[in-house]
């Protein structure tokens, strides 16, 4: 029989340590063949962040630094900058970009460095257990937010739109991975801004909406059910910017 | 070799570079701003990187960023910079990263004056962040000590795996002065074996930095190997200098910028048929304890603590040393104020009237 599927060579065969439907492992598998098919291992190096993402580092099959919480992309631009040749991505959660790292992924786009983000926001802080994140919704609720969050804690930042309004970046799409079309979506976003990278266009930020069936207290399917019920409608899917569609 | 006249903070800036610094990152604080100033135009034009990072944090993690890719990398601030940048310092000891960072020191806790002072003696010594952490602390007296300092420091760095920190002050980094600047180190990048990789994959080719290691004994084995690492430091790099101490029955204890004017007392004294002597701290940690240890409390009657700080801060080592066997008097000026060598005089004066 012809083998037509296979797990990645770049994922390595390893206890990923997420929890039952965590949409986490669904982003390493698909960077992970995004790495493979541009055939960019050996030249890889993830920044990865504190929380949940880390945990990618222990199946991704290339070299990685986990950053201090929020600081991905300053370390992203201090290496890009002196390791030109390296292929360098940057993959941080909600709480670690839009919270403690405000600054440092707001300068690292408006420096428009050479170097895509990927942003996953799943609206809450997941490793310590909970807490309300800068994206989690107004009603949902949080360890910090019991009663669900309200306009007191402040609204759901929108990541995309805040940074399409810096003129540097030159690729921002917000993704969704709770179905097998928008995982196909973005992987083909992923896949465009690791070119952008490698073509030396500049920075790219991939948001990408994910789950947290732990501290969301849902079944995996019911996390999916409130991502495209909720969080969807707050966060629209879409390309907020492609500067590179101009020129090709 | 000809020399030429310096200020001490371009001086630095310029020993980096000879020493193969081809990245800085660094956010503008008084008084040291003139190294951002002259590496935002010297690197780009040795092939390296500058990057004025949006705050004291990120410049510090761009830093992290760099050693990880195998560059002679360095950042510089003063005193509240470096409080922000230690969670950094911490990490760049605890991942075993090589770099260099310069701290010009003002005047006083919180926001402080802007002028020159030593206020973070403490700070940089006892691990000025997290999880005890040890930097190689040098603290040069003169342009020229500055110069050869940052230029060996690069090295030190490099053949420990770990952070070493240049503790000068507002007045080093102001001053101009005649400097001799070595030659330029060939700039390489280098990759190193990072040493927690072993705790994340089974593949020796790959580079995995984490300083968040959830396996406990994993965690405790990678402390064990730090602490080895301190300990080797502290066998191997401490200095220090002595100035007229074989009969010296006053000796002034002082580091920096306090240890010139000290110099100048101590001739003085001299003069005055005063024995007094000087000991001289280069490298603060580790601490050199041996030259008080061994001083004789049947011939020193006292010690001079001098520093250009309020509260006393070097005080804390020399008692450690001394083991209670000598009176120890402190005397500081701080937050810009500087003591004269006349007004040093006296206050040895006043420990000999104490004692006749």
């Given amino acids: 029989m012809e083998k037509?599927?296979?797990?990645?060579?770049?994922?390595?065969?390893?206890?990923?340590?997420?929890?039952?439907?965590?949409?986490?492992?669904?982003?390493?598998?698909?960077?992970?063949?995004?790495?493979?098919?541009?055939?960019?291992?050996?030249?890889?190096?993830?920044?990865?962040?504190?929380?949940?993402?880390?945990?990618?580092?222990?199946?991704?099959?290339?070299?990685?630094?986990?950053?201090?919480?929020?600081?991905?992309?300053?370390?992203?631009?201090?290496?890009?900058?002196?390791?030109?040749?390296?292929?360098?991505?940057?993959?941080?959660?909600?709480?670690?970009?839009?919270?403690i790292g405000l600054a440092e992924i707001m300068h690292a786009a408006n420096r428009g460095e050479n170097f895509p983000v990927l942003f996953v926001n799943n609206g809450i802080f997941g490793m310590t257990g909970g807490q309300m994140a800068p994206t989690t919704l107004i009603g949902q609720k949080a360890t910090t937010a019991k009663s669900g969050r309200t306009p007191l804690e402040g609204y759901p930042m929108h990541m995309c739109e805040i940074i399409s309004t810096l003129k540097a970046p030159v690729y921002i799409e917000r993704c969704s991975l709770d179905s097998p079309q928008h995982i196909l979506a973005a992987k083909k976003a992923i896949k465009k801004a690791f070119m952008n990278e490698i073509e030396g266009k500049g920075f790219s930020f991939i948001e990408l909406l994910s789950n947290c069936p732990t501290n969301w207290s849902m079944s995996p399917q019911k996390s999916l059910e409130y991502m495209r019920e909720h969080t969807i409608a707050e966060f629209p899917l879409g390309v907020y910017r492609d500067e590179t569609a101009k020129e090709d | 070799m000809s020399k030429l006249f310096m200020k001490g903070n371009e001086a630095i800036a310029e020993a980096a570079v000879r020493a193969g610094c081809r990245f800085f990152a660094g956010y503008p604080i008084t008084p040291q701003n003139e190294i951002p100033e002259y590496l935002s135009k010297r690197l780009p034009e040795v092939g390296g990187a500058f990057v004025q990072g949006e705050s004291e944090l990120a410049s510090i993690n761009m830093v992290i960023g760099a050693a990880f890719g195998g560059t002679r990398a360095m950042t510089s601030s003063s005193g509240p910079g470096l409080s922000l940048k230690s969670e950094g310092l911490s990490t760049l000891a605890a991942a075993g990263f090589p770099a260099v960072v310069v701290n010009v020191m003002r005047g006083g806790p919180g926001t402080g004056s802007?002028?020159?002072?030593?206020?973070?003696?403490?700070?940089?010594?006892?691990?000025?962040?997290?999880?005890?952490?040890?930097?190689?602390?040098?603290?040069?007296?003169?342009?020229?000590?500055?110069?050869?300092?940052?230029?060996?420091?690069?090295?030190?760095?490099?053949?420990?795996?770990?952070?070493?920190?240049?503790?000068?002050?507002?007045?080093?980094?102001?001053?101009?002065?005649?400097?001799?600047?070595?030659?330029?180190?060939?700039?390489k990048r280098q990759e190193f074996p990072v040493y927690t990789t072993r705790f994340f994959t089974d593949k020796p080719g790959r580079r995995m930095c984490a300083t968040m290691i959830v396996n406990e004994a994993e965690q405790e084995q990678w402390n064990r190997v730090q602490a080895q690492r301190y300990e080797r430091i502290a066998q191997n790099e401490v200095r220090a200098e002595e100035y007229m101490l074989d009969d010296a029955e006053y000796v002034i204890a002082a580091y920096g910028t306090s240890a010139r004017v000290a110099k100048s007392a101590v001739r003085m004294l001299r003069e005055k048929g005063i024995k007094a002597g000087l000991i001289r701290p280069i490298t603060l940690w580790p601490f050199p304890y041996q030259c008080f240890k061994k001083l004789n409390e049947k011939q020193v009657k006292d010690i001079l603590c001098l520093e250009l700080s309020i509260p006393p801060q070097l005080i804390e080592d020399i008692k450690i040393g001394i083991e209670g066997r000598i009176p120890i008097t402190a005397y500081g000026r701080s937050a810009g104020m500087i003591f004269t060598a006349e007004e040093v005089t006296e206050q040895v004066e006043k420990l000999v009237g104490k004692n006749k």
């Fill in chain 1, 4 to 99: 037509i599927y296979s797990r990645s060579d770049v994922l390595l065969d390893a206890n990923m340590g997420y929890c039952p439907g965590c949409l986490h492992g669904v982003i390493a598998k698909i960077v992970a063949e995004v790495i493979e098919e541009l055939g960019i291992r050996d030249d890889t190096i993830a920044v990865l962040p504190i929380g949940c993402g880390a945990l990618i580092s222990s199946v991704l099959d290339t070299d990685a630094i986990i950053a201090l919480h929020g600081r991905a992309p300053a370390v992203a631009t201090g290496l890009k900058r002196t390791a030109t040749e390296k292929f360098i991505f940057a993959y941080q959660g909600d709480g670690d970009l839009a919270s």
């Fill in chain 2, 114 to 187: 802007i002028s020159g002072a030593q206020m973070d003696y403490l700070q940089a010594t006892k691990g000025g962040g997290h999880g005890g952490f040890k930097l190689l602390v040098f603290a040069p007296s003169t342009v020229q000590e500055a110069v050869d300092l940052v230029y060996e420091a690069f090295d030190k760095s490099w053949e420990y795996m770990n952070p070493c920190l240049i503790l000068a002050d507002g007045f080093i980094g102001s001053i101009m002065e005649p400097v001799e600047l070595p030659p330029f180190k060939e700039a």
